[in-house]
């Protein structure tokens, strides 16, 4: 019995020989989908994808370099100008004229277990994209396009190569944003095809060997894996499977130059798959000011063959003000007042990842030095009032987690209070203050010999009496 790693080997090799076997006839419309790839992963991603009303940072990319890319292209071909492509191949492939129905890259990716639960098979050349995000408005949505290489072929069958949009936090688990318009059916090949919500695909596969596109029974995994692989490396299906049209010729049969002819070569010429959706909108409300992380990825199933692929439109991601959702509560613009450092617990910049600390059992000064630096900020209340408002418990919960994960690290944290009222309650003001923020700290899971407070609470004279900035809690993480 072959190892995964033989079989894949064997695959690579024969797949590559088949691929380049393959001449089409191609004419004027080439060159209108460019796809480029960088090294620069992170910042493709924030620069590309990211758009108004939301903050990012976190950034993680997971996967071959090569499987993602910014594209350019003509409206009609993908269905928007620009973005960033993810593919479970190489996305350079993707830009090519149609002149194979099972072009490959076997990238042997890490699998991913949010899309082995949905497809519940192990997945393979998986592509992951992951940032945290806080929307400044209560709808999230951005806009993509599905294509593949399994279309038309292997509809219907375990070739179920899958992707998955995972939004988590604030009620949110792992929720899967991929859906059709109706809100329950999951993009996929066997969701959406030629056969099945038909108006959402868009055929590009001239190459038709079947004789009418009808399954005959369903597929089996009992033949012998050589049986498999040869079948699936000389693009048909087992032939249990599928009816066949006389003689097998994937070159040039007289259906396929019929089937050529509805097919628009802007796209043919373009774009390898030979299957795409029309351009959806990937949504769920949200709630603002919030922080979550989101997942894109996508991944091949059952095999590492035939590439399937995403493309991201520029600049759509992003939150708006839906006032129409249900059970809708008006929220106030908390943008410019929050501690964006703070919240994605970053050392400069929101758009960078936290870099992992250097491991080493040797000095507490060596240990600070490879600890990203928490910049300073402070919680706000309001008049004569302790209790945490949304704001400061998003800046608390990021506080949190750096001070778990850098266990080493303690804080102060400083009541502060305006002169209004008497300097008694004044103390037991700024005091409570702390008391709350030391408690939140603490529910966390962040240790009591981490947190310590002023015991000498500051009544913040000058400028106007009931200034808000002046009722605060200021917080500094010790170097």
Not at 51 to 64: A, P
Not at 144 to 151: D, K, T
Request: proline share 4%; hydrophobic share 35%; glycine share 6%.
């Amino acid at each position: 019995m072959l190892t995964y790693k033989a079989k894949t080997i064997t695959i690579f090799i024969v797949s590559y020989i088949l691929t380049f076997s393959l001449q089409a006839q191609t004419d004027s419309l080439q060159g209108l989908l460019k796809i480029t790839t960088t090294n620069n992963l992170e910042k493709l991603v924030d620069k590309i994808l990211i758009g108004n009303g939301m903050r990012v940072g976190n950034i993680k990319v997971k996967g071959h370099i090569n499987a993602i890319g910014y594209f350019e292209s003509d409206t009609n071909i993908v269905g928007f100008n620009k973005g960033v492509v993810i593919s479970t191949g190489m996305v350079n492939d993707i830009s090519l004229p149609n002149i194979s129905n099972g072009t490959s890259s076997i990238l042997n990716s890490k699998m991913d277990n949010s899309l082995n639960k949905i497809t519940k098979q192990k997945t393979r050349d998986v592509m992951v994209i992951e940032f945290d995000f806080v929307p400044f408005h209560n709808r999230l949505s951005f806009k993509y396009v599905f294509g593949s290489e399994e279309y038309q072929e292997w509809v219907g069958s375990p070739f179920n190569d899958v992707f998955g949009f995972f939004i988590s936090g604030h009620g949110l688990k792992d929720y899967n944003m991929a859906l059709l318009p109706d809100n329950k059916t999951i993009v996929s090949i066997n969701n959406v095809n030629h056969t099945k919500n038909k108006k959402y695909y868009r055929n590009n596969d001239y190459w038709k060997t079947i004789k009418d596109g009808e399954f005959q029974g369903k597929f089996s995994f009992k033949n012998s894996f050589m049986k498999r692989l040869w079948y699936r490396l000389t693009f048909r299906p087992i032939s249990k499977y599928v009816k066949f049209s006389g003689k097998l010729n994937i070159f040039k049969t007289e259906k396929s130059v019929e089937l050529k002819k509805t097919l628009n070569p802007l796209v043919y010429n373009n774009l390898e798959f030979d299957g795409l959706t029309v351009p959806l909108e990937a949504w769920c409300y949200v709630k603002p000011y919030k922080k979550y992380r989101i997942k894109i990825a996508i991944g091949d199933v059952a095999d590492a063959i035939f590439d399937s692929g995403i493309f991201l439109e520029q600049q759509s991601f992003s939150s708006t003000k839906d006032s129409l959702q249900p059970g809708f509560i008006p929220y106030k613009d908390l943008s410019m007042t929050m501690n964006w450092d703070s919240v994605f617990a970053t050392p400069n910049s929101i758009k960078q990842p936290v870099k992992t600390p250097e491991k080493t059992t040797k000095t507490a000064k060596q240990k600070n030095e490879a600890t990203p630096f928490f910049t300073p900020f402070s919680i706000y209340f309001a008049l004569n009032d302790s209790s945490l408002s949304d704001t400061a418990k998003v800046q608390l919960d990021s506080l949190a987690a750096y001070l778990l994960k850098y266990s080493h690290k303690k804080c102060i944290l400083s009541g502060r209070s305006d002169p209004t009222g008497k300097a008694d309650l004044n103390k037991r003001l700024s005091i409570g203050r702390s008391e709350m923020v030391k408690k939140y700290l603490l529910e966390k899971g962040v240790s009591p010999k981490q947190l310590y407070k002023n015991t000498n609470p500051i009544v913040e004279e000058g400028g106007t009496i009931q200034d808000p900035k002046k009722r605060r809690v200021d917080i500094k993480v010790l170097k």
